[in-house]
C-alpha cells in the first residue's frame, strides 16, 4: 500500500525557516514526479513546487526565490526548505506524487506551516 508521510510542519515567525519532508512508502520512488501543494482556510489548493524524475525543478511565483525543493531517491523522501516565510504561507502543506499512468497519483495527509507575525 502506497503512503506518503509528511513531516515538518510547525509554528515559526515570519522571517524563519522550515524544511518540510514526504516519505514515500511501498512504490518506486524514482519513477514519480513530485510536488508541494499548500491549501490555506478558506482558498483553493496551489501548487507550490515540483520536480521531476530528473530533477527539474519549477516553482510558483510566490515562493521563488524563498523556497526549494529537492529529492532523495535513496531516502524516497522529497523535501521543501522555506526561508524568508511570511504570514500568508501558513497553509495546509501536502505532497503529491505522480506516476507512470493514472493509478499512480497519490496525496499525503497534509501538515500544518502556521508563519506568525
Known amino acids: 500500500q502506497v503512503q506518503l508521510v509528511e513531516s515538518g510542519g510547525e509554528v515559526v515567525q515570519a522571517g524563519g525557516s522550515l524544511r518540510l519532508s514526504c516519505e514515500a512508502i511501498?512504490?518506486?520512488?524514482?519513477?514519480?514526479?513530485l510536488e508541494w501543494h499548500r491549501q490555506a482556510p478558506g482558498q483553493q489548493r496551489e501548487l507550490v513546487a515540483a520536480i521531476t524524475m530528473t530533477s527539474t525543478t519549477r516553482y510558483a511565483d510566490s515562493v521563488k526565490g524563498r523556497f526549494t525543493i529537492s529529492r532523495n531517491n535513496a531516502k524516497d523522501t522529497v523535501y521543501l526548505s522555506m526561508n524568508s516565510l511570511r504570514p500568508e504561507d501558513t497553509a495546509v502543506y501536502y505532497c503529491?506524487?505522480?506516476?507512470?499512468?493514472?493509478?499512480?497519483?497519490?496525496w499525503g495527509q497534509g501538515t500544518q506551516v502556521t508563519v506568525s507575525s
Open positions: 503529491h506524487a505522480k506516476g507512470p499512468g493514472p493509478d499512480h497519483d497519490y
Open positions: 511501498g512504490m518506486v520512488f524514482k519513477f514519480y514526479d
